[in-house]
């Protein structure tokens, strides 16, 4: 191994980065805020709209966050914030899922309203069980038994991934990374001042396969037809929404 081969990092990280901003300007290309009028919301085919319109909005937002952390060396911070898009992902290929296997709209129209019931905004005794939102583990589980389903090999990947994200944010060990390290039996107690480039990187390789697979989801159940919308044949939710509105 010459010198050069040691010193070159793991990531591209400028070409990371780029690769996040194409797949977020993608994302936004997709999506027409417009299609959802707000006198339409209570109609059952907004609910997909509103899903599909806010989880991009968010994913903007959370992707944009995540480079800034990055190339201010923020590492715990951008891991926590690569932790809520990876959620995200999981959240729509449970959706997906569901949606795949279920006859007719007023069954998917069950799912939806669990996946947009937040818990800040009413009071949990007013609410039955069926209708509380769905954890964040089933979602898991549902994406693992979806695995099959997608491109590139995620088979086992979605709980082993989120549980090495969720160990940075949550108080096990691996977040006292920044002051101490184990050999043998001894621990010594460290200071990194700076987080590694190759430590960086990773969060960009990891948020950048997320968000290719993201893209991938949410393609997917926007183009999802579904049947018992009050019309003939298959039905997507925006079509719905157009026709119930005038246009075509």
Known sequence: MNQQEKTDPAFDNIKLT??????????????????????????????????????????????????????????L???????????ELVLLIFVL???????????????????LVGRHSRDETDIPPEKKPYNIVTALEEAEKYADKLPGDT??????????ISDFVHPNAPTRYYFWQIVGESVTFVYRKEVGRDDLGSILNYTS???KLYLHIWTKLNELKFKDLGYSGL??????????????
């Open 97 to 115: 899922s569901k949606l795949e296997k279920l006859p007719d709209w007023p069954s998917t129209e069950y799912v939806l309203t669990r996946v």
């Open 18 to 75: 780029s690769e996040i901003n194409k797949i977020l300007k993608s994302l936004e290309d997709h999506l027409i805020i417009t299609s959802i009028p707000k006198n339409s919301v209570s109609l059952p085919s907004a609910k997909m709209g509103i899903l599909l319109t806010t989880s991009v909005l968010k994913i903007k937002l959370l992707g944009l966050d995540l480079i800034e952390l990055v190339n201010n060396h923020k590492f």
């Open 155 to 164: 088979k086992g990947k979605f709980d082993e991934t989120y549980t090495f």
């Open 209 to 211: 396969i997320t968000l």
């Open 77 to 87: 911070v951008a891991m926590a914030t690569l932790r809520m898009i990876f959620e």
């Open 235 to 248: 039905t997507s939710w925006s079509e719905d929404l157009r026709l119930k509105n005038g246009s075509r």
